[in-house]
């Protein structure tokens, strides 16, 4: 009887033991599959933006500084291409909020450095999904009333305003987004430490063409400053997402 006990309690070592052996393997396994699914939801979310801005491009979208009239001959002219533009919103948004949460999670995994920039990532992204959603209900607003108008009206140059001061306003909590997601990364050793210094560039112009909002809602250049900053996000979504695609 005592030999059958030691042989039950050799076994029951042996099996905790290859359980502790097997355990970090599919934790491994798990974490591999989080970083590449982040990583894939990056691709898609830069892919979304990078679509938008180029059909806003192709349709010749005015500038702030342009003349109302400019603006409202655009908007009445070309409906179907800001349809486009504006529907892929409804794509961007759900993008970034599962690409912070997710990557939040995944820093998390990976033992939690980085996750104070990571829990602010979080916190400016979930305020630029609502100040860019108000901007582009502005924006839709705009199209709207451009219908069945020979000439801009009071109401819709306010409209117009609105929509560019909401823009600026976003600006800086996309800059708190980049910096936070940029520094997130790189603490949990997942970028490189030039994708840190993009981030940071970006964010920071970002949040310095932010400060200038009301100059921006009145047509200032300074705009030229927040879509730099804009398209050094999406290029650090792109170098990122593959990367960690590749694991």
Known sequence: MKAQKASQN???????KMGEVATPAVTTGNWVSTTRTVGVVALAYAASLLLQNVVFGVAGAPDYSDPLSV?????????GAMAVATGLET??????????????????????????????AVAAGATVSTLFAIMIATHITTVIAADGLTEPTPTFALIWRLHAAV????????????IGAALATHASGLTR??????GVAGGGLLIFAGTGNLAIADGSPLVYVGVLGLFMWIVWLIVTGLRLVRG
């Open 10 to 16: 050799v076994l029951e070592d042996i099996s905790v």
């Open 71 to 79: 603006v409202l001959t655009f908007h009445a002219e070309n409906a």
């Open 91 to 120: 794509v961007n948004l759900p993008l970034l909020l599962l690409f912070i949460t997710a990557l939040y999670g995944l820093v998390q995994r990976r033992g939690g450095a980085g996750a104070d920039w990571s829990r602010l």
């Open 167 to 178: 823009f600026a306003l976003a600006l800086p909590a996309l800059g708190a987004t980049f």
């Open 193 to 198: 430490p030039w994708q840190r210094l993009l």
